[in-house]
């Protein structure tokens, strides 16, 4: 079984400073990937960044990272210079990476609330 | 728009009604998902299909909700004899071979009154 923490409810941010928002996971899988999506007020789910368990670098996206951390289970999303659209939730996610059936579904954190402060 | 449909945004049902909900997978991407959104919480994984079989429906509540992806047309989750308590959001996502390339839809919000 696969199983997504995040440990903060929510989270402020000043308008253009960074911001971590924190992600550890468990899993049996020996191979696995991990998502960070963002959730705006509007209610889509938007994909924002992707890890493979096997990577030998941290993910980039323009402004967002992922902090991947294997050994600590860890896999914290970091934004930099925060935007005040980047207010919304943001959710940690992950599947199993072998082909096949129940690997497929992605199992999810209960989110993290982010408000940027102008 | 090549992009996951799904259909419709809003959805008002009364106690017992039935609902239908309709999800048209991305371009080229044979393999549709449902998730759940209970207010305050994450995406919970309800049933996997691809084109006229299900392949896990380990989330799905044993009774009153099915889904199907037929040969032609949409995969419809269906919730029969609804309650209060299947308010929710419901997304549908679709991958393509491998699993991969995760897209989601904009999602359906169930209210039952």
């Known amino acids: 079984a696969q199983k997504i923490t995040q440990t903060q409810p929510g989270m402020f941010v000043q308008e253009k400073e960074a911001v971590t928002l924190d992600c550890t996971y468990d899993?049996?899988?020996?191979?696995?990937?991990l998502f960070w999506y963002k959730q705006p007020s509007s209610g889509e789910m938007i994909f924002l960044i992707y890890q493979g368990s096997y990577d030998q670098q941290n993910a980039t996206e323009g402004r967002y990272s992922l902090n991947f951390q294997k050994a600590r289970k860890s896999a914290n999303l970091v934004i930099s210079a925060s935007q005040l659209g980047d207010s919304a939730m943001y959710f940690c996610?992950?599947?199993?990476?072998?082909?096949?059936?129940?690997?497929?579904?992605?199992?999810f954190g209960k989110g993290t609330l982010l408000t940027v402060n102008p | 728009n090549a992009g996951v449909m799904q259909n419709p945004r809003h959805l008002v049902r009364r106690r017992g009604q039935e609902a239908r909900l309709r999800c048209s997978p991305m371009k080229g991407h044979s393999h549709v998902y449902w998730y759940r959104q209970l207010p305050e919480e994450g995406l919970k994984f309800m049933v996997y299909?691809?084109?006229?079989?299900?392949?896990?429906e380990s989330g799905m509540p044993k009774e009153r909700f099915s889904a199907e992806f037929p040969k032609e047309g949409p995969s419809i989750l269906r919730i029969q004899q609804v309650v209060r308590g299947d308010s929710a959001a419901y997304f549908c996502?679709?991958?393509?071979?491998?699993?991969?390339?995760?897209?989601f839809g904009s999602g359906t919000r169930l209210t039952v009154v």
């Open positions: 299909l691809q084109k006229e079989n299900i392949i896990d």
């Open positions: 996610a992950m599947r199993g990476a072998r082909a096949g059936g129940s690997n497929y579904k992605l199992t």
């Open positions: 899993t049996s899988d020996p191979s696995y990937g």
């Open positions: 996502a679709s991958t393509g071979t491998g699993g991969w390339g995760y897209t």
